[in-house]
């Protein structure tokens, strides 16, 4: 039985021995496999990397911001500033734009139309940015439209001007004359009964402009202007003009006088005994923002024509009014030019989106099909002028620096570029006539 036994434990040891070989060799197996499957892995998660990154572009979109931070329309200005920065933001938080973080180059205009076209080179030059965002004077824009057609880009222009222009390579988000300037004269004819109008404005190409579309309008309304007067731009010397005033007694003064020159003149005319009862103010270039600069006594009673003010009652500027002041001071209003920019940014960002591409030709084109529903209302891009239909409203000052909406269409007006009172043909003479005139500039010398 010893034997027996012994034999037994031998063939136990032997595949014992065999069965702890072959689990050594399947465990070698198992790791080379394992280790295979790793290698594998790894090669494919490079090779994907590798291939997204040629076939993917994950660098930020890039875009420029041109508005003046200095000199005399900077009082106007920083807050487009402002409101662009926070619909960037907002889009930003919300993933940015095709997996893409957007960012953006602030440049300073500084009041200076040269100045604008230097820098507007020099975001598309050097910065390469995919559209700019800027101007708030037509000077300015003026200035760098041919910078802008030089290098077949895009600029989007957020402010109500005097039309009468039209280029493929701007997208106009604000008013149109007929969008702010023909409806206020029509309802100071109609509801302010005024039939002597006084025209005053800063001496370059918007307001003069402006004046010229406002004359024709008084001639087919049979009402008179009785004054005309030019303040230099920049300048807070407005005797002679509100001398002119007190010495015509017009019905109303129609003001396109802009920047530090505004307030200056409301605040003289207050000075001299001029009240709203008497011979009220309509402004085109005053907004809440603005009027937050100064004692408002001067501007209490007046008049300003907008598509936007910040008392709208409606949830999307409840909305917007909200997230800016979260963002920037709850002491800090909204106004039309603050939302016509942030407007500009999320139609931009709409046709970005909807190109799939920030390249500037693609975006520009798409851009012509963008609408959104605004703080002021249903906007939209007018794919043939590349203007954007916006109500429009007007509206009185009140003592805290906001408005009352006395009238307003309510739903979005076409733009009209080229007012009907000319052809387009004489319109274009009278802009190149102004600018040969001052000696190849956009303002007076």
Same mark, same amino acid.
């Given at each position: 039985m010893a034997r027996s036994t012994g034999s037994i434990s031998r063939c136990s040891c032997r595949r014992g021995l065999r069965e702890a070989t072959r689990s050594g060799i399947n465990l070698t197996v198992i790791t080379r496999r394992v280790l295979w499957c790793a290698l594998v892995g790894f090669v494919a998660l490079v090779a994907w990397k590798t291939l997204d990154g040629l076939l993917v572009d994950r660098s930020p979109i890039i875009v420029g911001i041109l508005h003046s931070q200095t000199g005399p329309m900077a009082v106007s200005e920083k807050s487009m500033i402002d409101a662009e920065v926070l619909a960037l933001e907002e889009i930003n938080s919300a993933g940015g734009l095709l997996g893409r973080r957007v960012e953006w180059v602030i440049a300073d205009g500084a009041s200076d139309w040269p100045t604008f076209a230097q820098q507007a080179e020099r975001l598309i030059r050097d910065n390469r940015v995919c559209a700019v965002f800027g101007c708030w004077t037509s000077a300015s824009r003026k200035s760098v439209l041919p910078v802008f057609e030089k290098n077949d880009h895009l600029l989007i222009y957020p402010m109500a001007y005097e039309g009468l222009e039209q280029s493929r390579n701007i997208i106009y988000t604000g008013a149109a004359p007929n969008q702010q300037i023909t409806p206020a004269v029509? #309802?100071?004819?109609? @509801?302010?009964g005024a039939r002597r109008f006084f025209l005053v404005g800063s001496d370059y190409i918007w307001p003069r402009c402006v004046n010229a579309i406002i004359s024709d309008q008084l001639a087919g309304l049979g /009402?008179?202007?009785v004054g005309e007067e030019y303040i230099r731009f920049g300048s807070t010397d407005v005797d002679a003009a509100v001398r002119n005033i007190l010495a015509a007694k017009p019905d109303v003064v129609l003001s396109s006088v802009v920047g530090d020159s505004a307030l200056a003149l409301a605040s003289r005319l207050y000075e001299a005994g001029v009240r709203s009862e008497q011979i009220p103010l309509l402004t085109? %270039?005053?907004?809440?923002?603005?009027?937050? %600069?100064?004692a408002r006594d001067a501007f209490t009673g007046? !008049?300003?024509?907008w598509n936007y003010f910040q008392s709208i009652d409606r949830p999307e500027n409840a909305t917007f009014v909200a997230a800016f002041k979260a963002r920037y001071g709850n002491d800090r209003p909204t106004s039309d030019v603050m939302s016509t920019a942030y407007n500009?940014?999320?139609? #931009? /960002?709409?046709?970005?989106?909807? %190109?799939? @591409?920030?390249?500037?030709?693609?975006?520009? !084109?798409a851009m012509r099909h963008q609408s959104m529903n605004a703080p002021e209302g249903i906007i939209a891009v007018d794919a043939e002028t590349q203007h954007t239909w916006r109500p429009v409203s007007i509206g009185r000052i009140r003592p805290d620096g906001q408005f009352d909406i006395v009238w307003t269409t309510k739903t979005a007006v076409r733009p009209v570029p080229f007012p009907m009172s000319r052809s387009r043909a004489q319109w274009e003479k009278f802009v190149q006539d102004l600018y040969r005139g001052w000696g190849n500039r956009w303002a007076a010398p």
């Open positions: 029509q #309802w100071c004819h109609e @509801t302010l /009402a008179q202007r085109f %270039a005053l907004g809440e923002d603005e009027l937050r %600069a100064m007046n !008049y300003a024509a500009s940014v999320m139609l #931009w /960002a709409q046709a970005v989106r909807e %190109a799939n @591409t920030s390249d500037v030709r693609q975006v520009r !084109y």
